[in-house]
């Protein structure tokens, strides 16, 4: 069988439903120029991640997704693939940051400091 390709930009979204990982709410998988992220949200609405994993393909992304995090393989959704507000937004965690709930704004990871650092 061969791994399916998955084309830069491209996300598909899905909620979670395991038992393992109740606090898991949803999952998107996000095309990369080199292989896709399967990153896991607390809550997508807020933006609100728990982590991200690589794969080299579409089709490991998406048995992890249904094996750890007990998303149906007709779950999936595709989020349109412009570059537009919802992709960066999409991204946005990626690079760090998470959405502050009580102060509505976005602000650097409390786990992870990701900024880039000065070389001074």
Known sequence: MRAQKFEETMRLWAKANSREW??????LILGLTDGVLLIRYFSF???????DH????????KRDAEQGYGVE???WQAVPDEKDELY???VM?????????DKAAWV?????????????
């Open 73 to 75: 393989p007709t779950a």
């Open 93 to 101: 965690p990626i690079a760090g940051y998470s959405y502050d709930t």
């Open 54 to 61: 690589w794969y080299s393909n579409l089709d490991e992304a």
């Open 108 to 120: 650097a990871s409390k786990f992870t400091d990701y900024s880039p650092k000065s070389e001074h």
């Open 45 to 51: 609405s807020t933006r609100d991640v728990e982590g």
């Open 22 to 27: 109740p606090n898991i709410e949803s999952v």
């Open 88 to 90: 960066q937004l999409s």
